[in-house]
């Protein structure tokens, strides 16, 4: 392990997790201005059978995937072959069935399409047919007038976008991504992973299942994602609200006009216990848990959904995180453009506030950041990913113990926290 003695404050709080057993197994990496100054990783990444978590273990990361997919439309659009401001049905001419043929790339990436949800369930036998699943979305009717409102498209949002990059080019997210992202780069981060990654990937471990909120002096923290225990929702079990543990219920926004923090905390705890609710219909469809063992099935690993497909190291999603800031994968106005704040205010799907550039979660209460220039992603269980290009940092925490939807997962967010202090 490695770590920079100006951050031998985010070794102590990495090791304190583990010590206090909220841990099993994770890794933590910061780039600042292109030097790995930490690179920690402790654990075990296989509870059954003991095997450690090593320098070079990735883990699944969830929706972390997001901010990687949308890099790579975004690549395409400064070659000239997408147009972010088009209407989708410009390339993908059957999108523009029942009511959607003004829905834009940019409503896509900024959730606005009203497409959070696959109305009918996706067999197990279409999980690694991406665009079997988008030509189910391409036959559906918006939930909401799109451009009015957002809601985050949990799994929805990477078949829409993959789709669009697939009649593009041809080829997939996951394809672009070795072809022009990973494997320039030397990164360890795959949206698909590859029969000889899959062995030697961290085994997560399901969440607990969940209790009743309570608003306390710091506040509820509905986030995290684990799998589904007997009577609960997909939320109550995957990428809750605020993926990243924010504490919703010490400041009441992003309610849904619901004014009081007790009320958004019942609010959000009947959602994600609700399996009708549009929280679980978005979170819960195509159902990981259909196959055996969930994301650590080779199927879930292998499929490479891109919103929740990336199977990558820490080192390696900071590492991508270094290269955005510095100008290496896009050029730095089409980044200062992408992390622009589009959407900002109350979610139809999660209840509370979030806020998003396009495709790169914006600091709201689901992605909580010590800086106003921060962007990226969180992922269920709390796995995160992130860039600062004013100071320079490229910074991502991955782990296989998830966090429980409702309680939280404060461990990246302390991490975090604590680069920004060594700063």
Request: glycine share 12%; hydrophobic share 40%.
């Amino acid at each position: 392990m490695h770590c920079d003695p100006r951050f031998s404050r985010v070794r102590e709080v990495f090791e304190r997790h583990f010590a206090d057993g909220e841990e099993l197994g994770a890794a933590f990496a910061v780039y600042q201005d292109g030097e790995l100054v930490v690179d920690l990783w402790d654990g075990v990444a296989d509870r059954n059978t003991g095997r450690p978590w090593e320098r070079g273990t990735p883990a699944f990361a969830y929706s972390c995937t997001k901010a990687v997919t949308a890099t790579v439309l975004l690549q395409l659009a400064e070659r000239g072959l997408v147009d972010v401001s088009a209407p989708v049905a410009e390339v993908w001419p059957e999108f523009a069935a029942r009511g959607k043929a003004a829905i834009t790339v940019e409503h896509l990436l900024t959730h606005q399409s009203g497409l959070p949800v696959l109305e009918e369930p996706v067999p197990v036998e279409e999980f690694e047919d991406q665009a079997a699943i988008a030509a189910r979305l391409a036959g559906q009717e918006p939930l909401w007038e799109p451009g009015t409102a957002h809601g985050y498209h949990a799994l929805t949002y990477g078949f829409l976008v993959g789709e669009v990059v697939r009649r593009v080019t041809g080829k997939s997210v996951g394809e672009l991504v070795a072809s022009e992202i990973a494997g320039p780069l030397g990164l360890e981060l795959w949206v698909g992973a590859p029969d000889e990654v899959i062995p030697r990937t961290a085994r997560l471990k399901a969440a607990e299942r969940p209790q009743a909120l309570k608003v306390t002096e710091a506040g509820a923290a509905p986030t995290g994602e684990g799998a589904a225990p007997a009577g609960a929702g997909p939320a109550a079990t995957g990428e809750s609200a605020a993926t990243t543990g924010a504490g919703p219920a010490a400041t009441g926004a992003g309610d849904g006009g619901q004014g009081r923090p007790d009320d958004l905390v019942a609010a959000m705890t009947r959602a994600a216990l609700d399996p009708q609710s549009l929280m679980n219909r978005a979170l819960g469809n195509p159902a990981m848990h259909r196959v055996q063992g969930g994301a650590n099935n080779p199927v879930i690993l292998r499929a490479g959904w891109p919103a929740a497909g990336l199977v990558t190291t820490a080192r390696g999603l900071a590492g991508f995180y270094r290269s955005l800031a510095a100008g290496d994968i896009l050029r730095p106005e089409t980044l200062r453009d992408a992390t622009r704040t589009r959407v900002n205010g109350p979610d139809r799907v999660l209840l509370l506030d979030t806020a998003f550039g396009l495709g790169y979660m914006r600091p709201s209460l689901t992605f909580l950041m010590p800086s106003g220039s921060a962007f990226g992603h969180s992922g269920m269980g709390g796995s995160i990913g992130l860039g600062d290009p004013e100071r320079g940092l490229g910074i991502a925490y991955v782990m296989n113990k998830m966090a429980n939807a409702l309680s939280g997962n404060l461990r990246g967010i302390r991490l975090v926290e604590a680069v920004y202090q060594s700063l």
